[in-house]
């Protein structure tokens, strides 16, 4: 069964801070990675990962995939209140005999900043 | 361009009862997907769709039923309601190109059975 485990599950930081969210990952056909951000409603897109070591970035996040270890980080820097949200990891693979890989979710980061 | 819509964004329906959850896309995406999300459960997906006319059970199928009937809409319907079906449901989309692989997410519909 495709698995994908986020840690921690909950963090509260003060404005500022760095903060790394964690995303491990056990997915048969692994596809890609992605990262959404979800506030009040409905996720949003962050970054897709498909290669090792490449590491992509967006003004103050960014992340990285290793596919050896299978597990990839989120890194948020200098964080701001607008920051607060839930952090969704997804894993795109399994079984493609009906034409689609899917996304397995993680229960996701909840992260507060605080002022 | 509205990208994906969900209707209705909230209902309350009593245990037995039936209703139809409509998403729809304007983005002309060959995939279309049904996920429901729990408090500490992340997003669990419950049918999906490669095309027009297609459909597949996702992760937790029971108690739902969907039809893709036209490419831009995709129905998720529940026969006879359960508390347990009590949760916010999201509606995905994605085009088929290759490489494409990020899922547009509708605003949700959030759903209690009584």
């Known amino acids: 069964e495709d698995k994908v485990v986020q840690s921690p599950l909950s963090l509260v930081v003060h404005e500022g801070d760095t903060v790394t969210l964690n995303c491990s990952y056990e997915?048969?056909?692994?596809?890609?990675l992605l990262w959404y951000k979800q506030e009040k409603k409905a996720p949003t897109f962050l970054f897709m990962l498909t290669s090792s070591g490449i590491e992509k970035k967006s003004g103050r996040l960014s992340s990285i995939l290793d596919k050896k270890e299978l597990f990839s980080i989120l890194n948020i820097t200098a964080t701001q209140t607008g920051d607060s949200a839930i952090y969704l990891c997804a894993v795109l693979g399994g079984d493609s005999g009906a034409g689609s890989y899917q996304l397995t979710f993680g229960k996701g980061t909840k992260l507060s900043v605080i002022p | 361009n509205a990208g994906v819509t969900q209707t209705p964004k909230f209902r309350v329906l009593k245990t037995g009862q039936s209703m139809t959850l409509l998403c729809a896309q304007d983005?002309?995406?060959?995939?279309m997907y049904w996920y429901r999300q729990d408090p500490g459960m992340g997003l669990r997906l419950i049918h999906y769709?490669?095309?027009?006319?297609?459909?597949a059970k996702g992760e937790v199928p029971d108690g739902y039923n969907v039809s893709r009937l036209k490419k831009q809409n995709f129905l998720l319907g529940l026969e006879s309601a359960a508390p347990s079906q009590t949760s916010v449901y999201f509606c995905?989309?994605?085009?088929?190109?290759?490489?494409?692989?990020?899922?547009?997410f509708g605003p949700g519909t959030r759903l209690t059975v009584t």
């Open positions: 997915v048969t056909n692994f596809r890609s």
């Open positions: 983005m002309n995406h060959e995939y």
């Open positions: 769709s490669v095309g027009e006319g297609t459909t």
């Open positions: 995905a989309s994605r085009s088929r190109r290759p490489g494409v692989l990020e899922q547009y």
